[in-house]
């Protein structure tokens, strides 16, 4: 249960993406620059708000941060429905991206933190499922909302009602929902450092915001495990206890996180692969790619098509993650990904400029370039999508673990905005190597960075399978 709500929050992030395009067509901005500020209004507001929570995560707690975003994810849809004054529905767009932002850094810690180790990667991914599911929702909704309503500028209030009534949810069930045990232990102990009151226990003197910090977390971490005897669950409190005495109960800050150089490289690495292999391009240019290979008016509908692979790739990933490991599965999902990009390019090099200007592919690559996007797809859900985030929430040391996840989101969304916005230019520039070969080279380029990807993997990302999150930090020391 305790994993349902912060995976809904997650789901609504996968819906905004969605229903995007539908909510923009309804609302029919005026110009070019409005389209944009429109459909990106949410990652811009995801962007600054990760700013924001880089500053005050580890003093409100992964409960507290996922009751404020789907909070917020309400106030942004409130908004965006309120009125048709365009300005209002961005200003909503931007409030809902804040919620993304406080949802999507909080989600993945709340759920690493409360699991037990050998189930823990499966919850993590199983997150990610959720965001894929989201999205498939969001073109379904979609497609119900154009069939049922026949007033096409009221379709978007129909479409983005929905998200609010999910956020209602999300903050009931994290409000009977306890604080994450170890983020309880950690902020007892940096309590502890201005400490006034003490509790003599076994001839000591021990600071009583430690006593009740342990005795916070030793209620919250019953209500995680209730099959676990008392004596299991006091060793559990034991070992984190351990490790933050170990810290001296310090406060993170920028130079602990970039202390922690292996944890550091390895997860800012993976998030900045993640984007630089090309999933941002694939993801919001299928229809496009569908109709150069002559599908017309069935591209959206084979995109449907490609993100039921997508799902379906997260899924199995979901149940084997625990079972095989976090690098076997990176490795195997971006081979799937190089292949993939490879018969792209191949296939893209062979287009031939059509009547009207347009460049088209010949029959037979038509079915090769739905194999290579179903292909790709699903080595990243395979690999990148769900494994990243879980090496990221497990990698990096308690003290630091919400600063870090703030720097890898913001990483994460920056390089997703700079893939996206240099697509076009990158396209264009390679034009002028070869003319309307631009998107060949493209993939060939995002290729070359799925074998610099596997390089690194190899190198540098840890095997954290099985291990308690105390158990990774001392290997990582």
Known sequence: IA???????????????????????????????????????????????????????????R??????????????????????????????????????????????????????????????????GFIVGGILIGFAVTALVEAAIEEESQRFRALWALPGLVALVIFGGMAAMPPSPRWLMHRAFQCSRSATSYIEFDSQSIPADIVAGRMAALDALRRFRPHLCEEEIQSEIDEIEATLRQLDGAKGSWVDMCSARRALLAGIGLVTFQQLTGQPSVL????????????????????????VFKLVATLVTVFIVDKVGRRPLLFIGISMMLGALVLLAFAFQTSIESGSGDMELSGSWSAAVVMALIL????????????????????????????????????????????????????EA????????GQSFLFLLYAVMCVVSICFTYVYVPETKGKSLEEVEAMLR
């Open 3 to 61: 994993f349902a709500f912060p995976a809904l929050a997650g789901a609504l992030f996968g819906f905004d993406i969605g229903a995007a395009s539908g909510a923009v067509g309804s609302i029919h901005p005026s110009s070019a620059i409005m389209v944009s500020l429109l459909t990106s209004a949410s990652l811009i507001g995801a962007t600054v708000g990760l700013v924001m929570v880089f500053s005050v995560a580890d003093i409100l707690g």
């Open 63 to 128: 409960r507290r941060e996922l009751l404020l975003g789907s909070a917020l994810y309400f106030v942004g849809t409130v908004c965006s429905l309120a009125s048709d004054a365009f300005g209002l529905i961005v200003c909503g767009r931007v409030v809902y991206g804040f919620g993304i932002a406080f949802s999507m850094h909080a989600a993945p810690l709340y759920i690493s933190e409360m699991a037990p180790s050998d189930i823990r990667g499966f919850l993590i991914s199983l997150k990610e």
């Open 376 to 427: 790709y797809v699903s080595g990243y859900q395979v690999g990148f999508g769900p494994i990243a985030w879980l090496i990221i929430s497990e990698v990096f040391p308690l003290k630091t673990r919400g600063k870090a996840m703030s720097c890898a989101a913001i990483v994460n969304f920056g390089f997703n905005l700079l893939v996206t916005f240099t697509l076009k230019q990158l396209q």
């Open 284 to 307: 919001y240019n299928q229809e496009a790619i569908f109709k150069t290979a002559g599908f017309g008016g069935f591209a959206a509908s084979a995109s449907v098509v490609v993100g």
């Open 430 to 437: 390679f034009d002028t190597i070869e003319p309307g070969k």
